[in-house]
């Protein structure tokens, strides 16, 4: 089945050209709106599997839109934006993935490719959060941890995602407590012993 794509894009000529290197990629685009607020409409009614989110739209910014994605009805978010140096505002609000225009052809599936998985441990996180707000302030916990052991140990975001998964069930603590812990340097060494490394 398609992946179903709404583009939140307020330049026509934009969305038009990416609407043509999604379908030509095999997505399926069901909805292109100009607004910051569409777009949040558009992902609460219609349950896309993915928004490609510019930033500079009218109204509601594409940063601002995310997040009230993110803790109304959590949908997998690709910042697609001109403007630099907002990455971290975009994973703050939820983004799953952020990218510089122009964005060629060959470049969107890689892209939504990482958006996705990433996506799919949102949702595991999810499951542990009583509201989708939870969930975000929960992702974000999660995700510097995620980050830091990549950059530690020279390992995947998978990989990563996995040791926190495995030594938070092992402690019988959720995996932003795991996360928190491991942040707060509660774990032990790290690994050539780590308590993360996984045996």
């Known amino acids: ?104 052809g060959n470049q969107i599936s890689p892209v939504v490719n990482v958006a996705r998985h990433r996506f799919a441990h949102f949702t595991t996180v999810r499951t542990e959060s009583a509201t989708p707000p939870e969930a975000l302030a929960a992702w974000q916990v999660v995700m510097r941890a995620v980050k830091l052991l990549v950059g530690r140990d020279t390992i995947t975001e998978d990989e990563a995602f996995h040791r926190l998964q495995t030594r938070a069930r092992a402690s019988g603590t959720t995996l932003q407590g795991g996360a928190a812990e491991f942040l707060n340097g509660l774990l032990g060494p790290s690994p050539n012993g780590s308590a993360l490394a996984t045996h």
């Not at 910042?79 to 703050?92: C, D, N, P, S």
């Open 1 to 104: 089945m398609a992946v179903r794509v709404v583009i939140a894009e307020d330049e026509w000529l934009a969305a038009a050209v990416l609407r043509h290197e999604l379908e030509q990629q095999g997505y399926e685009v069901v909805g292109a709106v100009g607004t910051g607020s569409e777009a949040f409409d558009a992902c609460c009614a219609q349950t896309p599997d993915l928004v490609m989110m510019d930033v500079q739209m009218p109204g509601m910014d594409g940063i601002a839109a995310t997040r009230a994605v993110m803790e109304r009805c959590p949908t997998c978010v690709v910042i697609v934006t001109g403007k630099a140096r907002l990455e971290e505002a975009a994973e703050q609000a939820g983004a799953m993935s952020y990218v510089l225009k122009p964005l060629l």
